[in-house]
């Protein structure tokens, strides 16, 4: 098995190689030329093998830069196309809300499958996305990878800032053995929203509270579920997600109004602590243990980082 790197993705999947057992790793060269356009190439043959391509998809170039990976690999060859794409882009629209709008999620997933074999993602952000890939989906979650960093940490209460987070929070509190609330959001625009402590919520005051989350954006839910907490007597507070794409001034918000911030390395971000690469390359060795493939030493590392 090979592992390549896209360019938004590059630490992780050294990260993944080396949790494969430092399997063969390369990253392509990549140039834009004149008007633009994007030109890369993978160094060697993969003839016969199974390549992993990781890239998430924050950007419009960085689905492009997808696109053309997976057709260069096939093109040298690989028996099966491996695409990992640890933050899945689009994948907020995803369903249609007006007439005339595309289901975002949807077209962005037929055609990434176009030249993959498989797909692996993390924490996509809703279940509708599942439905939209016709090839094999494997779906790790960002909860291990955040566990296990919190389990070095003082955490009295886990806190999901809405009720679509419940599965996620309480699943955090069992890793944990942690009690958990999911405070009840009322948004008012794309970037305000206001919370509120659902009926019987536990005594926070003097406690340290953990905020999980899938995906910090704009930065708004977490800051008003900091206050919220604040003004109840937490004593410290931590924000944490899967996704952390700190939009605008987001970063500078939430920092303010917490005593820390992290997440996972899904999205190259300042505070990416935790990674999720033992939680793809759990998958990626699970499935090649069922089709009896062996991943290749690292001998056979040969191709170019130019």
């Given at each position: ?39 890369l190439r993978v160094g060697g043959s993969f ?9 998430s998809l924050r950007s419009d170039s960085d ?57 692996i993602t993390v924490d996509l952000h809703s ?180």
């Open positions: 098995m090979h592992v390549l790197g896209g360019s938004a993705s590059t630490t992780l999947a050294e990260r993944v190689s080396r949790e494969l057992g430092n399997a063969p790793f390369a990253i392509p060269f990549r140039k834009r030329f004149p008007d633009g356009e994007l030109y003839e016969g093998q199974d390549v992993v391509v990781v890239q689905v492009i830069e997808l696109f053309l990976l997976e057709d260069a690999v096939r093109e040298a060859g690989a028996r099966k196309v491996w695409a990992v794409i640890p933050y899945f882009g689009y994948s907020r629209q995803d369903r249609r809300f007006f007439p005339g709008e595309p289901v975002s999620a949807r077209a962005l997933a037929r055609r990434v499958e176009t030249d993959a074999d498989a797909i279940p509708l996305n599942r439905g939209a890939f016709l090839k094999p989906l494997h779906e790790a979650s960002g909860i291990p990878a955040i566990g296990r960093l919190l389990r070095e940490r003082p955490v009295d209460l886990l806190v999901s800032p809405d009720k679509g987070g419940v599965d996620r929070v309480r699943r955090m509190a069992e890793l944990l053995g942690k009690p958990w609330i999911a405070l009840e959001k009322k948004r008012i625009d794309s970037e305000r929203v206001e919370l509120y402590f659902p009926p019987a919520a536990p005594e926070v005051k003097g406690k340290h509270v953990v905020i999980v989350d899938d995906v910090i954006s704009t930065g708004g839910t977490i800051v008003e579920s900091a206050k919220l907490l604040r003004a109840r007597g937490a004593e410290a507070i931590t924000a944490t997600c899967t996704h952390g794409l700190f939009l605008k001034d987001a970063f500078e918000r939430i920092k303010a109004v917490t005593d820390d911030v992290f997440a996972t390395d899904t999205v190259e971000n300042p505070v990416e602590r935790a990674s999720v690469a033992p939680d793809i390359a759990a998958i990626l060795r699970r499935e090649l243990a069922q089709e009896g493939v062996e991943s290749e030493p690292a001998v056979h590392a040969a191709t170019a980082r130019s």
